[in-house]
């Protein structure tokens, strides 16, 4: 079959080269226990996207459940105010209290309703969230009246709600469960992991009272975090559903909650992984009800507003994150580019195109020096086309730069040339292919 070969490998590239989603958490009711409506949600998430110094980059939803406040099976009305603006969504499935079929009924209806104006902005679907972490020691501790679910519950939940989707515009969304990461690191929870697509992560360094929580330990602590759960994932990929630092509140053993430690935390941990992995930051707003005792995360406080407590302006800093991807990096840590290393599309017509792609920069890319080898791009496509299945590999470098380029770094040549061989192999394929 016949494909318009330049404009199929420029949209493909523009999938493998596009960045790692970022968003906030977004409950049901406000702080003080209202309930929120379409035009609630649609003013939060477009406070998101226009926070100052971010780029809009913030822009995506992570939701709790599916069902509005105070209906019982209702869709959530935070759809309607994401297709209002453009806002991705990471549902969320409510899974403690046995309320999952009126959560199915929600998802159901709200495909229904809205169509492919909703489900082209669903990039996943997390089925519970900390349901693990309130039934464990550690839990109850913390909240004896706390209420969850065991790995048994949580995997069937999973294939009730794939079941649902199944035969939908839905159909082939990621669907994983959301937990803290002594949750994952019980391995009386791996059914949960093995049943998953995707592994969501929770972890406030600020709450590891018997560690070394102070700020500047901060940064291990969460990568501990984040090696165990990568590990617990099996190769599955772990999303940052929740992490942040208080604004305010009581110290938590050596961790004190302040807008200074807040934007030290955002520094060292959040910069290290926007862009390179999807992330969910805890929070816009604070959402705590329980004021006396919780402390409180919102980076701009109680109010909605588009101007944080601190600035949220990265340091141009090289990524210590073992979940981000390849990136390109001077000598100096001055400069960093996320080297996207797989995806896959779906085509039309029948023909699904598995596609994968791996990039090897050059080692001026790496180093910042000059030498004068140049990236290459090694692109895997298989095509099912009824049944027959063909495979073509295509290897592209991309031409060194001229030598009298004033970048001394080497990063912005690294990103161009990746992007040039990147772009190059996939039309060579393509034109192979067609």
Not at 92 to 112: C, F, V
């Amino acid at each position: 079959m016949m494909y318009p070969t330049a404009i199929l490998a420029l949209g493909l590239f523009s999938s493998v080269a596009q960045a790692a989603v970022q968003g906030f958490n977004y409950g049901a009711t406000t702080r003080t226990g209202a309930d929120m409506f379409q035009t609630d949600f649609e003013a939060q998430f477009k406070a998101a996207s226009e926070l100052a110094n971010t780029n809009g980059a913030f822009s995506s939803a992570r939701l709790y459940t599916m069902i509005q406040s105070s209906t019982t099976d209702s869709p959530i009305t935070a759809i309607p105010a994401a297709i209002s603006t453009g806002t991705k969504l990471m549902l969320g499935m409510w899974a403690t209290g046995g309320n999952i079929d009126n959560e199915i009924a929600a998802l159901t209806a709200a495909i229904k309703t809205y169509g492919m104006k909703f489900t082209s902005l669903v990039h996943g679907i997390s089925v519970g969230s900390e349901d693990l972490y309130r039934i464990s020691p550690t839990g109850i501790m913390n909240d004896p009246n706390s209420v969850g679910a065991g790995p048994d519950v949580i995997v069937s939940y999973i294939a009730k709600t794939r079941a649902a989707i199944k035969g939908t515009s839905l159909e082939g969304v990621l669907v994983g469960h959301v937990d803290t990461w002594d949750a994952w690191q019980n391995s009386s929870n791996s059914a949960v992991a093995t049943a998953c697509d995707f592994v969501g992560m929770n972890t406030f360094p600020y709450f590891q009272a018997t560690e070394a929580n102070g700020i500047s330990n901060a940064q291990s602590l969460f990568q501990a975090a984040l090696d165990v759960t990568t590990k617990a994932a099996g190769g599955k990929p772990v999303i940052i559903t929740e992490t942040g630092w208080p604004v305010e509140g009581k110290q938590s053993a050596a961790a004190v909650a302040s807008t200074t430690n807040a934007k030290s935390y955002w520094d060292t941990v959040g910069c290290s992984l926007f862009g390179q992995t999807d992330v969910y930051w805890y929070t816009l707003v604070d959402a705590n009800t329980d004021t006396a005792t919780q402390p409180a995360f919102g980076i701009v406080g109680t109010t909605l507003s588009t101007k944080p407590l601190f600035d949220l302006t990265c340091p141009v800093v090289k990524s210590t994150s073992s979940s981000a991807s390849h990136s390109a990096t001077s000598g100096s840590g001055s400069a960093t580019s996320a080297v996207p290393t797989a995806f896959a599309s779906t085509l039309s017509n029948g023909v699904v195109t598995t596609i994968s792609t791996s990039v090897t920069p050059s080692a001026s890319a790496t180093t910042g020096g000059s030498d004068s080898s140049s990236p290459s791009t090694v692109l895997n496509i298989v095509n099912d086309t009824d049944g027959v299945v063909s495979t073509q590999t295509s290897t592209s470098s991309a031409p060194t730069s001229s030598s009298s380029s004033t970048d001394t770094s080497g990063a912005s040549t690294a990103r161009f040339n990746i992007l040039a061989a990147g772009i190059a192999a996939v039309a060579a394929a393509f034109v192979a292919l067609a």
